[in-house]
C-alpha cells in the first residue's frame, strides 16, 4: 500500500503472505525505461465510490430552499456565489503620506472620559468650572497623537494654567 495515495504497489498471491510487486520501485527501472504495469494479477479491488447527481429540484424544493438558503445547495446560484468563490475584493493600498490624527480626552476618577462625556456644561460657565477641576487635580486633560504611517500612538498630559502659574510662583517665592 503506498503511504501517500493509499494505492496497490503489491499484492498477495497466496495465503502465506508472499508478495508480487504490480509497479517496479525507483531504483529497479532507469531514466528512460519505460513501466509496464502488471495487469495479469487476479486480485479483487474496491470499485470507486461516487456520489449520486441530484438531479434538477423541484419547483417546490426551490420556493422552499429560497426562504433560507439552508442547507448549501449546488443548483442554487446564490449559495454559490456566496461561498466567496468569485472576485476578491482586497483591501486597496492606503495612502503614501501618513495621515496625522489629534484629539483629546480626559482622565477623571470615573474612568477615561472625552469632553461630552464630562459634568460640565459645554457653555462658558461649564468651561470655567472645568478649568477650576483641572486646577484642583480633579481632572487631567490629555492630548492622544497618531501616525497611521507607523501606528504610533503618543498621550501627553496637557498641564492646568492655574496650577502651573501657582506651582511656577511658589518655586519661584521660595527660592528653590
Known amino acids: 500500500m503506498c503511504c501517500c495515495c493509499g494505492g496497490v504497489i503489491a499484492t498477495a ?3 502465506h503472505g508472499d508478495w508480487t510487486l504490480v509497479a517496479p520501485n525507483e531504483d529497479e527501472i532507469a531514466v528512460d525505461e519505460e513501466v509496464h504495469i502488471k495487469d495479469e494479477l487476479d486480485t479483487e479491488t474496491e470499485s470507486l465510490k461516487q456520489a449520486r ?3 434538477q429540484p423541484t419547483a417546490r424544493q426551490v420556493e422552499d430552499h429560497r426562504r433560507t438558503h439552508v442547507p448549501y445547495r449546488v443548483w442554487c446560484r446564490w449559495c454559490w456565489l456566496g461561498r466567496g468563490r468569485g472576485i476578491q475584493h482586497r483591501r486597496a493600498p492606503g495612502s503614501t503620506v501618513p495621515i496625522i490624527g489629534i484629539d483629546y480626552f480626559f482622565i477623571t476618577k470615573g474612568g477615561v472620559k472625552v469632553r461630552e462625556e464630562l459634568e ?3 457653555d462658558a460657565d461649564g468651561e470655567k468650572a472645568l478649568n477650576e477641576a483641572r486646577a484642583r487635580g480633579d481632572i487631567v486633560k490629555c492630548l492622544l497623537v497618531r501616525c497611521t504611517g507607523t501606528k504610533a500612538l503618543f498621550a501627553h ?3 492646568a494654567r492655574e496650577r502651573t502659574r501657582t506651582a511656577w510662583s511658589q518655586t ?3 527660592g528653590t
Request: glycine share 14%.
Open 120 to 122: 460640565h456644561s459645554m
Open 157 to 159: 498630559v496637557v498641564p
Open 172 to 174: 519661584w517665592s521660595s
Open 13 to 15: 498471491i497466496d495465503g
Open 53 to 55: 447527481d441530484p438531479g
